[in-house]
C-alpha cells in the first residue's frame, strides 16, 4: 500500500495513519535499540523513533548512518503522545537518504556572528531563524490585508531613480548606460503623483540606503512600506499611523502564537500596542523631556538613538513625536502654518528600545516652497520637474508615512538586530551570500 506523503503541518488529520514524510534530520539521539530523529520539513518538527527489532536490517543501518541535516524520506505510524513534543510521533519502519550531509558546519557549539552571516543560508534553516522567517512572512501578508482591505492601490515605485529622495549622503550610485543613477531611497516620490491618479495607494519593496554606520537598526538594503493619501492632512495622519500598527501587531499577537512562543518573546510587552491611541508628544516638549532625563541634547538637535529609547521608555506602547524642526527633515515636507521653522513631520518610536519604526508627513503642496526647498538642500532642479508637475496641475493636500519591515519585525520578534530580520542582510561590510 502506497502511503501519502503528508507534512508536520497536517499531523492531526492523519493520526493513526501510516504516512511518509520528508525533510532533514534537526537531530538525532541514540539509546540503545532506539534512534531518537527529529525530522525538520520546513513546517514544523516531528520526533520518529526506530526501534532495532521491529525495523529491518537495511533501514537500521541507515538510522545508525544519520547525521545532522541528511535530508530524508521516513514512513511509519504516526501515533498521538502527549509526551511527545509537538504531541506526535512516528513509529518510523522506513528510512531512505536522499542526500547525505557530511560534517555540517552549524549547530555543535556557540557560533560567532560573522560566522553564522557567512553561513546564511544554512543558518536559516535554525529553528530560530525559522521563526523569525514566519513572523516576517506574517508581517508583510497583515501589512498588504490592511491596506488592500480599505481600498488603498498597491504601486510599485521604480528602484533606479534619477535623483534623493531622503538626502544625498547616503545614496547608492550606479551608471546607467552612461549616466549616473541611484538605488532608490524610498518610494515616495513617485506615489505622490499615484495619490492624485488612485488617491488611496501604497508600495512595499525594497530601498536602499548607503548608511556609513555600523548600528543594530540600519541595513543598506531593506523593505519600506508606504502609504501616501490624497486629502489627508497631518492629524489624520497621526490616526493612521496608530490605527495601522494597532491593527497589524494585533495581527502578528494572533497568527504567529507558536513562532514568538519558539523565540520566547514576552508577548505580554505587545498587548498594550493593540490597543489606541497612542501617546503624542510634541518635538519640543520630547527635548524638555530628554533634558529633565539628563541627555546633552539641545532644541534643535535631532534624537540619537540612545535618545529615543530613553524617550520611548517612558510609555508601554509607540509614541508619536511630532512636529519637528524643518531643517532635520526632508525637503518635500509641509511646513507648520503655527511654526513654519518646523516640519508636519512625525516619527513613530517603538518601545523596549526598537527606536523610530515610522518616519512620516504631511507633504508641501506649494509649488514655490519646494522650488526654495529643492535650492536650499542642493538637489537637482531638472531631477525633480515630474516631481512639481503635481503641485501645477491640481495641487492637493496629501500625507503619507514609511514603515521598515524589518525595524517592525525586529521589534515583534525580540531580536536586537536588525540582520536577523531579512533573509540575507546587506550590511556595509557584508555582500555575502
Ligand atoms: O524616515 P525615513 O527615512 O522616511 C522615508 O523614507 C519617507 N520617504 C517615508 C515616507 O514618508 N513615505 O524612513 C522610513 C522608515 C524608518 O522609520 C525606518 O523604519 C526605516 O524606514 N529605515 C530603515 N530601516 C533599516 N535600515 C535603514 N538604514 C533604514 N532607514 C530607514
Ligand atoms: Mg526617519
Known amino acids: 500500500m502506497k502511503r501519502p506523503v503528508i507534512t508536520i503541518a497536517q499531523l492531526a488529520a492523519h493520526a493513526d495513519q501510516e504516512v511518509t514524510l520528508r525533510g532533514w534530520v534537526y537531530n538525532w539521539r541514540k539509546k540503545g535499540k532506539l534512534r531518537f530523529v527529529i525530522l525538520r520539513d520546513g513546517f514544523g518538527y516531528l520526533q520518529c523513533i526506530v526501534f532495532r527489532p521491529e525495523v529491518s536490517d537495511e533501514t537500521w543501518e541507515t538510522a545508525v548512518e544519520l547525521t545532522q541535516e541528511t535530508s530524508v524520506e521516513i514512513s511509519g505510524k504516526l501515533v498521538a503522545d502527549e509526551r511527545a513534543p509537538g504531541g506526535y510521533e512516528l513509529k518510523a519502519d522506513d528510512l531512505k537518504i536522499l542526500g547525505t550531509s557530511p560534517e555540517y558546519p552549524l549547530g555543535k557549539k556557540d557560533h560567532g556572528v560573522d560566522f553564522l552571516l557567512n553561513k546564511r543560508h544554512l543558518w536559516l534553516r535554525s529553528k530560530r531563524q525559522h521563526a523569525i522567517m514566519r513572523v516576517r512572512s506574517e508581517a508583510q501578508f497583515a501589512i498588504r490585508e490592511y491596506f488592500q482591505s480599505r481600498d488603498y492601490t498597491l504601486i510599485d515605485s521604480p528602484i533606479l531613480t534619477p535623483a534623493a529622495c531622503e538626502g544625498t549622503s547616503t545614496l547608492f550610485e550606479t551608471d546607467y548606460f552612461g549616466e549616473p543613477a541611484f538605488l532608490s531611497q524610498s518610494g515616495q516620490l513617485y506615489l505622490e503623483p499615484a495619490a492624485a491618479a488612485l488617491s488611496k495607494v501604497f508600495?512595499?519593496?525594497?530601498?536602499?540606503?548607503?548608511?556609513?554606520?555600523?548600528?543594530?537598526?540600519?541595513?543598506?538594503e531593506f523593505w519600506m512600506v508606504e502609504p501616501e493619501v490624497a486629502w489627508l492632512q497631518f492629524d489624520g495622519l497621526l490616526d493612521l499611523c496608530e490605527d495601522f500598527l494597532s491593527e497589524v501587531v494585533s495581527r502578528i499577537l494572533?497568527?504567529?502564537?507558536?513562532?514568538l512562543e519558539r523565540l520566547e518573546r514576552d508577548t505580554s510587552k505587545l498587548e498594550a500596542s493593540t490597543s489606541t491611541p497612542y501617546p503624542r508628544i510634541d518635538y519640543g516638549d520630547a527635548i524638555n523631556k530628554l533634558k529633565e532625563l539628563g541627555c546633552q541634547i539641545e532644541h534643535g538637535d535631532d534624537f540619537g538613538g540612545d535618545d529615543e529609547t530613553l524617550l520611548a521608555n517612558l510609555y508601554d506602547r509607540p509614541?508619536?513625536?511630532t512636529r519637528y524642526p524643518?531643517?532635520?527633515?526632508?525637503?518635500?515636507?509641509?511646513?507648520?502654518?503655527?511654526?513654519?521653522?518646523r516640519a508636519l513631520a512625525v516619527d513613530v518610536l517603538a518601545p523596549e528600545g526598537y527606536g523610530e519604526i515610522i518616519g512620516g508627513s504631511e507633504r508641501s503642496a506649494s509649488l514655490e516652497h519646494l522650488e526654495k526647498q529643492i535650492k536650499l538642500h542642493g538637489l537637482p532642479r531638472e531631477a525633480f520637474?515630474?516631481?512639481?508637475?503635481?503641485?501645477t496641475y491640481g495641487s492637493f493636500p496629501h500625507a503619507g508615512f514609511g514603515m521598515g519591515l524589518e525595524r517592525f519585525v525586529s521589534w515583534m520578534c525580540g531580536i536586537p538586530?536588525?540582520?536577523?530580520?531579512?533573509?540575507?542582510?546587506?550590511?556595509?561590510?557584508?555582500?555575502?551570500p
Not at 417 to 432: C, T
Open 417 to 432: 538586530h536588525l540582520r536577523e530580520a531579512i533573509p540575507y542582510p546587506r550590511l556595509i561590510n557584508r555582500l555575502y
Open 385 to 391: 520637474e515630474w516631481y512639481l508637475d503635481l503641485r
Open 254 to 259: 494572533d497568527r504567529c502564537a507558536v513562532d
Open 319 to 321: 509614541v508619536l513625536v
Open 326 to 341: 524643518a531643517d532635520l527633515k526632508a525637503f518635500y515636507m509641509q511646513p507648520d502654518p503655527k511654526d513654519p521653522t
Open 203 to 220: 508600495c512595499f519593496g525594497p530601498t536602499f540606503r548607503a548608511e556609513k554606520s555600523k548600528t543594530r537598526r540600519h541595513l543598506t
